[in-house]
C-alpha cells in the first residue's frame, strides 16, 4: 500500500544539462527529419524531452520503496508538461519531484500516485512543470 502521509513530500532533486547530442539522437529515435531539431548551436527542447533527463539522475526509483511503490506492479497512468519558457541544449535545469496526491479505486485494487517536477533554470526561472501518475495495481 502506498502510505498517503507522503503526500507534498519531496522525492528527489538533481540538475542535468540539455546536451546537444542528446538532442539529435532523441529527434533521430522519434523519426523526426525537421532540421530545426537536429542542426545548429542552440537546439530547442522537444515536448516530452524533459521527461527524459528528469529519469537520468542516479537511481530515479530510489524512493519507491519507501512510500510503498512495488517497480513489478507499477504501471504509467499519464503525464502532461506545461512549458512556461522554452529551453535550448546548453541550458543546466534543477529539477524538483514532490509526491502531488495519493488515492485508491476500485477498492483499493488500484493505487494512484500523482508526482509533479518543477523545472527551473540555474537563475530560478520557472521553466516548466512536469506531471506522472503512477497506478500500481494489486491482485
Do not use: N
Not at 529519469?55 to 511503490?69: F, I, N, S
Amino acid at each position: 500500500m502506498i502510505d498517503r502521509k507522503h503526500i507534498g513530500r519531496i522525492v528527489s532533486r538533481h540538475q542535468a544539462e540539455v546536451e546537444r547530442g542528446r538532442l539529435r539522437l532523441f529527434a533521430k529515435a522519434i523519426g523526426e527529419t525537421d532540421r530545426r531539431w537536429t542542426e545548429g548551436e542552440r537546439l530547442p527542447v522537444p515536448p516530452t524531452f524533459l521527461f527524459c533527463l528528469d529519469m537520468e539522475r542516479h537511481d530515479p526509483y530510489d524512493w519507491y520503496a519507501e512510500v510503498g511503490l512495488e517497480l513489478p506492479k507499477v504501471l504509467h497512468g499519464e503525464q502532461s508538461f506545461t512549458y512556461m519558457t522554452p529551453c535550448h541544449s546548453g541550458d543546466v535545469l534543477s529539477f524538483e519531484t514532490r509526491i502531488e496526491d495519493i488515492y485508491d479505486k476500485k477498492g483499493g485494487a488500484l493505487e494512484f500516485l500523482v508526482k509533479s517536477t518543477r523545472v527551473s533554470s540555474l537563475l530560478g526561472e520557472h521553466v516548466a512543470d512536469l506531471r506522472t501518475v503512477i497506478v500500481q495495481r494489486h491482485g
